[in-house]
């Protein structure tokens, strides 16, 4: 064991800023635990089926055995410190994988030996290309059956595109997995029953002609990629093992390369060496381009010095029992208990309470934290994922994470009406935590509907509302607020608006024309929607005040049609004659006989309902397509465009919003998780059967 408890005054070219990234199952949490207890900073190693690893210590991730929650950890190994979050591997919490892969400078990809690629191992992939992480992968679960690391390292070649360069080969397969050749150095690792560390010596006579060719393959493919390699390569016939490091170095921090290791994270074969790998390869904060930013529209650089000014974004926010904790990476400058700090959005100052060094749900104070380091903070008030903290001498605004939009939705109310105030706080506090919930109260129906990225995101934001506050919560479907509109109008309905009940009396005689709206004076949002109030009215027979009265009181009257209570839409009402009285005409008889007659014409029309449709987009496998398109005709969907994009197929269609309610799961189930769907409000479409002739 080489680690050492470094403070953190270790120089940057000693820290490592990484992630681990893989499908659900792959071993992300089980390579975290085993990175703790192989550096000595936790002394049991935890099991996922135990419930008791460092890194998923929240109750709902225990429960149900898969990380929800990204989770920082930092470990020392080899005289470097290594900072690491472990993100979550489900599709629904893709968003916090986003957040995080925005302030990390390398990544590990952990794959499964059986399965290869996996679709939210693809997805995580993208994510990180998007952001340029250099990443190393870790082919895992050598020890089950069936497990085979060529097969493995063939789908990531073919699913991911990357040039993997393999630096170690399996000793035994399956159950007789027992350690690696080191393909640079030319040693066999074996990890005895029961051995912690690997044992060191020759190659096995048995595998000295397979690690002869896997070598060469290794440095065929380095030279074909690297002008030094090539030059050497050429010279001697073949690479030294300072040459090929160095060369794979740079090969991963460019991304021309992907290093693969292989070993088994649960029986601890191979840790030291990925260990290893993470130190010679992934890159420190110097070794990344210097963060830019923004300051009164111009663009500026900050560069990862300590004596630098401040420059740190917030990429996550929680809430604990000692306290409301803000993660931050600190790009540039040094951060001290009691600095303050921009809050360069906002324009507002905050004070720093503490500074804490993270072990998932535990923390050590520190008196400071420099350009590098990955820290939570005590104290701030206001600050949000994607807040940038500046300092207040030299502002500088960073570039958030992308927040993806929310695709489902429920509504959610308090069981007893007493807690409804205690419902919205904890609501707004999950919003708070995960921009990627979204709350709402829908103006039309009076619910408040919670949207996020999965049915899962969902029912793990609701149990934390209970579990955390202690509240009792409905969930529902939302309802959707449906149109009507006035398929075939009236004409010349006479209505006359007389009480007398002593005093001053009221008097309105309307003579209305109600009719369809034209297309060509619709709103433009998917249907003949809007309203039109026009008077043909000669002689003053209605004077110009009593027609204003008489349209405000037509307007009061589309709050509520005849098939349903619904908003009333796309229809043109003329004023055509009417009467008026003397003594007994005023602006309110006016107004309630525009809103009576109204009704009255709209329950002897011919009304039909209209439905919310979006426009969607649907981006999913070719070979998937067929199963997407059927799915999508029996959701009533209208298919515009279906055109092929990098291996994908882009699905464009506008669907009935009410037949959304479900689709991600659906859509997850038919593309095994690979196809993604975005959503946006289309206006209103007639229903299909929903007319009622009055």
């Not at 996922?48 to 429960?63: I, L, N």
């Not at 039109?532 to 027609?547: A, C, K, N």
Request: aromatic residues 4%.
């Amino acid at each position: 064991m080489r680690s050492t408890v470094n403070n953190i005054a270790n120089p940057l070219t000693a820290v490592r800023n990484l992630g681990i990234l893989a499908h659900v199952d792959a071993g992300k949490t089980t390579v975290t635990e085993r990175f703790l207890y192989a550096t000595g900073t936790t002394h049991k190693r935890g099991e996922v089926h135990d419930g008791t690893t460092v890194t998923d210590f929240d109750p709902q991730e225990r429960d149900r055995g898969i990380t929800i929650f990204a989770a920082a950890v930092s470990c020392a190994w080899d005289g470097h410190r290594i900072n690491l979050i472990d993100t979550p591997g489900h599709v629904d919490f893709a968003d916090e994988v986003e957040r995080s892969l925005r302030v990390l400078d390398g990544a590990i990809a952990v794959f499964d030996a059986v399965a290869g690629v996996e679709p939210q191992s693809e997805s995580v992939w993208r994510q990180a290309d998007r952001h340029g992480v250099p990443r190393i992968a870790f082919v895992n679960k050598l020890d089950r059956a069936g497990a085979d690391l060529d097969t493995a390292v063939e789908s990531i070649r073919q699913r991911l595109h990357p040039v993997p360069l393999v630096v170690q080969a399996p000793i035994g397969t399956e159950d007789s997995f027992v350690g690696v050749v080191d393909l640079l150095r030319m040693r066999a690792l074996v990890w005895a029953d029961g051995s912690e560390t690997a044992e060191e010596g020759p190659v096995p006579d048995d595998l000295k002609d397979e690690a002869g060719r896997r070598r060469r393959r290794l440095e065929e493919a380095v030279a074909e990629l690297h002008p030094t390699a090539l030059e050497e390569f050429c010279e001697r016939g073949t690479l030294s093992a300072g040459t090929l490091a160095a060369a794979l170095r740079d090969l991963t921090r460019t991304g021309e390369g992907v290093v693969v290791l292989c070993g088994s994270a649960y029986r601890n074969r191979g840790i030291e060496t990925l260990l290893d790998a993470v130190v010679a390869y992934l890159p420190s904060p110097l070794d990344v381009p210097a963060v830019r930013g923004t300051h009164d529209g111009t663009e500026q650089e900050r560069a990862a010095e300590a004596e630098a000014p401040v420059a740190a974004l917030a990429f996550k926010v929680s809430a604990t029992a000692t306290g409301r904790l803000t993660y931050v990476r600190l790009y540039s400058g040094t951060i001290r208990k009691g600095d303050t700090v921009l809050d360069a959005g906002t324009r507002r100052t905050e004070r720093i309470g503490r500074i804490l060094r993270v072990q998932a749900d535990r923390h050590a104070e520190l008196e400071r934290a420099v350009a590098g380091d990955i820290v939570a903070v005590v104290g701030l008030k206001s600050a949000r994922a994607g807040t940038t903290l500046c300092d207040p001498a030299a502002p500088l605004l960073l570039e958030p994470p992308s927040v993806a939009e929310p695709v489902v939705s429920v509504a959610v109310e308090a069981r007893r009406s007493t807690d409804t105030d205690r419902l919205a706080t904890a609501l707004a506090r999950l919003a708070e935590e995960d921009p990627s919930l979204v709350v709402r109260t829908d103006p039309e129906t009076g619910q408040t509907l919670l949207s996020g990225m999965g049915e899962l995101h969902l029912e793990v934001a609701v149990e934390k509302i209970r579990q955390a506050h202690g509240l009792e919560v409905a969930v529902g479907r939302p309802r959707v607020a449906c149109r009507e509109t006035v398929v075939r109008g009236v004409s010349g309905l006479v209505f006359r608006h007389v009480k007398q009940d002593g005093g001053a009396g009221q008097f309105a005689h309307v003579v209305l024309d109600v009719a369809p709206l034209p297309p060509s004076e619709a709103d433009g949002d998917g249907a003949a929607t809007g309203f039109v109030f026009r008077s043909t009215v000669v002689g003053g027979r209605v004077p110009q005040e009593y027609v204003r009265a008489v349209e405000a009181g037509c307007r009061d009257a589309l709050a509520e049609g005849p098939l349903g209570g619904h908003l009333v839409t796309g229809l043109i009402v003329t004023l055509t004659d009417g009467a008026t009285h003397s003594k007994d005409s005023s602006e309110m008889a006016f107004r309630t006989a525009g809103r009576l007659a109204l009704r009255e014409a709209l329950r002897v029309a011919v009304m039909g309902l209209l439905e919310p449709v979006a426009d969607v987009t649907v981006t999913v496998p070719a070979d998937a397509v067929g199963g997407v398109l059927g799915d999508l005709a029996a959701r009533r969907g209208r298919v515009t465009d279906s055109a092929p994009r990098g291996g994908s197929v882009v699905v464009t269609a506008v669907v009935p919003l009410a037949e959304l309610f479900g689709y991600a799961t659906r859509l997850r189930s038919r593309t095994q998780g690979r196809g993604t769907f975005t959503a946006r409000p289309a206006g209103y479409a007639a229903a299909p059967g929903a007319v009622a002739v009055g």
